[in-house]
């Protein structure tokens, strides 16, 4: 079976590298030897039959206006697939796109697609982490963070970990998990930096088409490199406060 990668908006949400998660999801499951198919969408395509993986990156206040008809076409159609398990992760802008709504100012509300329940406001002063570090499920999540926004979730909303170091979704937390949707903060790419979380999202795809995925000595060589990179980042990070 095929397991199919749809990143949507690639050409305008893409600021931070975020083109990265759907490479480092694609790589390691071919190392593991499966088949993987891999598409864009545009404003205006026709969306193909629900995706296994869905990825969006981040962008510009501009680019996620320009978005806004086209986004407000495909809701009905994101929150469907979410509901039915498609496994979708979203960074920065993608996150609060999906979200219930973005706000740029106090008189401009951008409804998003409803995949998670709350909203961003994107009218506050940028947020510039260089090493910015999530207590997650899958261990410390590290990366970059480059925004303007803070979330509000719903409180009975799970979000993806606590912040150890920067600001993610301004309340001690960062993004939101609802199904097997992700959102996050996180850049870097994310996916590229956390192989832990790649392969957790990874293996909920391949459960959808009757796959198993086994990382083996490839990934093992792989993940040494990823280590490195990481290990530059956490490098960064403040020693712990003492109590």
């Known amino acids: 079976m095929t397991i199919s990668i749809l990143e949507l908006y690639p050409a305008h949400l893409s600021l931070n590298g975020d083109v990265g998660n759907r490479t480092a999801l694609a790589r390691r499951m071919r190392l593991a030897g499966l088949e993987v198919s891999e598409r864009a969408y545009h404003p205006g395509d026709e969306l193909p039959e629900a995706p296994d993986i869905v990825t969006i990156g981040t962008g510009t206040s501009s680019a996620q206006r320009s978005l806004a008809a086209d986004l407000a076409r495909l809701a009905p159609v994101l929150t469907e697939w979410s509901e039915a398990g498609v496994v979708m992760f979203a960074a920065g802008a993608?996150?609060?796109?999906?979200?219930?709504?973005?706000?740029?100012?106090?008189?401009?509300?951008?409804?998003?697609?409803?995949?998670?329940?709350?909203?961003?406001?994107?009218?506050?002063?940028?947020?510039?982490?260089?090493?910015?570090?999530?207590?997650?499920?899958?261990?410390?999540?590290?990366?970059?963070?480059?925004?303007?926004?803070?979330?509000?979730?719903?409180?009975?909303?799970?979000?993806?970990?606590?912040?150890?170091?920067?600001?993610?979704?301004?309340?001690?937390?960062?993004?939101?998990?609802v199904h097997n949707s992700f959102g996050t903060h996180l850049h870097g790419p994310a996916l590229v930096l956390n192989p832990q979380l790649t392969d957790h999202l990874i293996t909920l795809a391949a459960a959808r088409v009757g796959e198993s995925y086994v990382p083996n000595d490839e990934h093992a060589t792989l993940d040494a490199t990823i280590d490195l990179a990481r290990a530059i980042l956490i490098n960064k990070l403040p020693a712990p406060a003492n109590k």
């Open 94 to 177: 993608g996150f609060h796109l999906l979200s219930s709504s973005v706000r740029f100012g106090a008189d401009e509300v951008l409804p998003g697609a409803g995949v998670f329940a709350g909203s961003a406001d994107a009218s506050r002063p940028r947020i510039i982490t260089e090493a910015f570090a999530v207590e997650s499920d899958f261990g410390l999540l590290i990366g970059t963070e480059n925004h303007t926004s803070v979330f509000a979730g719903r409180p009975d909303q799970k979000p993806l970990g606590r912040v150890r170091h920067g600001v993610g979704n301004g309340d001690g937390t960062d993004g939101a998990v």
